[in-house]
């Protein structure tokens, strides 16, 4: 598993107080019963992580972890300078 | 019961610094809402002109010059131990004070102040804090009275002497509604001769409006709640105070009585802290409803015939049907709106479609703690007036909530509708709703 991923689902499972190995990129947001305010609060935590900002417009396509993984993956491959 | 009538009002707000201009600004619809202005309030900590965040305008109370203005004066002391909130708290209290008459008529040892105020002296504790945690400066002696929550009620009391109880209410969203409504059930009970209630904040700070930014439920263009499009809401601030004293006393002294207090309802969600929930909102609506018994007895209604649904039956014999302005919470944000029209529903059954719905955040913004009594004000103001302000911003009304929202033009109260509601539901869950009902001169 690559780093954003591994990071993304480290994240997830320390948000929700869950075994990493609980933690799948198939996993739904349902499944890990995140909230509209858990939702907010892992954008977040992500955005601080890779310094990235996620629009709001995307907000409602992420209901997996995978999901937010591959967001991160396309914010950063649109700004390569990234140093985070 | 002792009826309770609203003798004395007095405001703060991005739309007007007195009732008169809250008034006038009120029914032409004209909004406070505007965008950042580095010339108009300078965010310390705030760097560059471009603030950096998702949304782009604000609520700001404007003209607030208490150094210079004699309307707005505080004695030196009051002025150097406040924060602006609680300024803004004391000076609508003078004026409300001054409106009603009240001080000459009731001892102040048997009178009450009741105050919502959500966020405290956030901006002298930022400050503090910034120049603490950035410069290891010292902190004033007075940063502890300027940040604390009951600052304003205790400086309220301070300059109109009164002595009876004196509480700050801090429930979020609703603190305003929440102390107008146990202050009207003190007065209602003869615990307190007369109160002067209402709420105030100025937590927009840099710090505030960072911390918002990152919920993402402020608007990026304006709050327009009710609408098709609404996209958020707007953060504002300011203060309203309103002063209670029995009916009959205020009939008696020949005081002009912008409207009674009915009825007061409150519930809590125990949901979330921050999904709002219709069942707990619809459940302070149907208290608020039920209390205008308590207070008023009746309404005696001819006895209905033909089918009804069980939330018809229920509203049978109260005062539900007398309801022709609802003063709604209309934060602008798709769940609250959403939600709270599925509690207007719940609540009123039959009658919800055809009440009249307006919000008042669309001029002022959102200004947590003083949001309830800038509404309990303009509630008061419409009973008054016979005239519901209409909602401002709003291009298509959603149609999903089949509500009455009144948008375009103040439209007037119906004949026999003389009740109104005001409604305020704050993140926690925790909801409080005012009943008024028009007094007929």
């Known amino acids: 598993m690559d780093d954003i991923a591994s990071r993304v689902i480290e994240l997830v499972a320390q948000s929700k107080k869950l075994p990493v190995t609980a933690v799948k990129l198939e996993t739904s947001f349902d499944e890990l019963q995140i909230d509209s305010l858990d939702k907010i609060n892992l954008t977040f935590a992500v955005e601080e992580m890779f310094s990235i ?32 | 019961m002792v009826r309770v009538a609203v003798t004395g009002l007095g405001c703060i707000t991005p739309i007007g610094n007195t009732v008169a201009e809250f008034r006038e600004a009120m029914y032409e619809g004209r909004s406070g809402i505007a965008p950042f202005d580095r010339t108009a309030r300078r965010f310390p900590g705030m760097t560059g002109d471009d603030p950096g965040l998702r949304f782009k305008t604000t609520g700001l109370v404007t003209n607030f010059d208490p150094a210079n203005n004699p309307a707005q004066k505080l004695s030196t002391g009051i ?28 001892d102040p040892s048997t009178m009450a102040v009741i105050i919502g105020c959500g966020c405290g002296g956030r901006a002298a504790d930022e400050e503090a804090n910034r120049g603490l945690y950035t410069r290891n400066a010292r902190i004033s002696p007075l940063g502890i009275v300027r940040a604390m929550s009951s600052s304003g009620a205790s400086n309220i009391a301070i300059e109109t002497g009164v002595t009876g109880p004196v509480l700050n209410i801090s429930t979020a969203c ?3 509604t929440h102390a107008i409504g146990l202050a009207f059930h003190m007065v209602r009970s003869g615990q307190a001769a007369a109160a002067i209630a209402g709420g ?17 439920v402020v608007s990026p263009t304006v709050c327009r ?40 309802g409150m519930s809590a969600d125990a ?7 219709a069942e707990g909102a619809a459940l302070a609506i149907r208290r608020a409803i039920d209390d205008i018994t308590l207070t008023l007895g009746g309404p005696f ?30 934060t602008g944000t798709p769940t609250n709106d959403a939600v709270e029209a599925a509690a207007i529903h719940q609540a009123l059954g039959p009658h919800a479609p055809h009440i009249p719905v307006g919000a008042t955040k669309s001029l002022t913004g959102h200004s947590i703690g003083a949001a309830g009594a800038i509404e309990a004000l303009a509630t008061a103001l419409a009973l008054d007036a ?14 999903t909530l089949d509500l009455d929202v009144i948008v375009d033009a103040p439209r007037p109260l119906a004949p026999g509708k003389d009740v109104a509601l005001s409604n305020s539901l704050a993140f926690g869950g925790l909801n409080a709703v005012l009943a008024f009902r028009r007094h007929e001169r």
């Open chain 2, 225 to 264: 709640p009710f609408a098709a499009d609404r996209d958020g809401m707007t953060l504002g601030e300011g203060a309203a105070m309103l002063v209670l004293e029995p009916l009959d006393a205020a009939v008696a002294r020949g005081a002009h009585i912008y409207a009674e207090i009915v009825g007061f």
């Open chain 2, 174 to 176: 609703a603190s305003g």
């Open chain 2, 200 to 216: 105030y904040e100025a937590a927009l700070t840099w710090g505030f409006l960072r911390a918002w930014d990152s919920m993402r």
């Open chain 1, 53 to 84: 900002e996620i629009p709001d417009a995307s907000l409602n396509s992420l209901k997996t972890v995978g999901d937010v993984v591959r967001g991160v993956e396309k914010l950063r491959a649109a700004a390569p300078d990234d140093t985070a």
């Open chain 2, 79 to 106: 002025a150097a131990s406040t924060d602006p909130s609680a300024q803004f708290g004391i000076v609508s209290a003078r004026q409300a004070v001054e409106d009603s008459g009240v001080l000459k008529h009731y």
């Open chain 2, 271 to 277: 949901h979330h802290i921050t999904q709002p929930r």
């Open chain 2, 386 to 399: 016979a005239s519901l302000p209409h909602t401002a911003n709003v291009g298509v009304v959603d149609p």
């Open chain 2, 301 to 330: 209604m001819e006895p209905h015939s033909g089918e009804m649904s069980g939330v018809e039956r229920s509203l049978e014999h109260t005062w539900a049907s007398r309801i022709g302005y609802i003063n709604a919470h209309g």
